[in-house]
């Protein structure tokens, strides 16, 4: 899997868009971006995914670089059940996730 | 469908004990995988299975068990219990071990060791 470095923590308002930064720059070509979010005191789950072009879904965007070396999820509208560790997560083609420490979202009323 | 289930949720052990974590899932996922996460750490893969009768090891094996007889359940069996053993374990399936398939995470087992 490549290496991932995300943000130890950021800060938000709700109802104002989110980006969350992840470099990734030993990505291999056939590897995927995920990410995934844990609430407290629960197991993760999944967010996002994509390879090359940006994604949409009903949770969020990912957009990605053109060179793959970075990408951002992109929460349009905060809220307060939004608050997590988000993580970032290059690989996946061979179906072992590595999570390293995420980005701490802390989002304020 | 109940997802991915764990029993127990809360646990405590004595140091040498052994004792075995439950994982069952109801959408007829062919892999299922065990991680363990530490305080401010992020999860690490302790074992892994692609099918029923398939299982491998991950990052940190030692000290577990796994076998997997039928697709919906995937035990983790620790063999005598360290206090190293403290974490958080959860299980996780997806409809495939191959390609960027959507994992699905049990609430976890708090696990104390003492």
């Known amino acids: 899997d490549a290496k991932t470095t995300q943000p130890n923590s950021m800060e938000s308002n709700e109802e104002e868009p989110v980006h969350l930064p992840c470099n990734h720059s030993t990505i291999s070509g056939t590897d995927y971006i995920h990410w995934y979010r844990q609430l407290p005191s629960q197991g993760p789950e999944y967010v996002i995914h994509?390879?090359?072009s940006n994604v949409n879904n009903r949770m969020a965007s990912l957009a990605i670089a053109e060179d793959r070396k970075s990408s951002t999820l992109i929460l349009h509208r905060a809220t307060l059940r939004d608050a997590a560790v988000y993580y970032c997560?290059?690989?996946?083609?061979?179906?072992?996730?590595?999570f390293g420490k995420g980005t701490l979202l802390t989002v304020n009323p | 469908n109940a997802g991915v289930t764990q029993t127990p949720k809360f646990q405590v052990l004595k140091t040498g004990q052994s004792m075995t974590l439950q994982c069952a899932q109801d959408?007829?996922?062919?892999?299922m995988s065990w991680y363990r996460q530490d305080p401010g750490m992020g999860l690490r893969l302790i074992h892994y299975s692609v099918g029923a009768g398939i299982t491998d090891q991950g990052e940190v094996p030692n000290g577990y068990n796994v076998s997997r007889s039928t697709t919906e359940d995937f035990p983790l069996r620790l063999l005598s219990a360290a206090p190293s053993q403290t974490s958080v374990y959860f299980c996780?399936?997806?409809?495939?071990?191959?390609?960027?398939?959507?994992?699905?995470f049990g609430p976890g087992t708090r696990l104390t060791v003492l």
């Open positions: 997560i290059g690989g996946g083609s061979n179906y072992k996730l590595t």
């Open positions: 996780a399936s997806s409809f495939s071990g191959q390609g960027p398939n959507e994992q699905f």
């Open positions: 959408m007829n996922h062919e892999y």
């Open positions: 994509g390879l090359t």
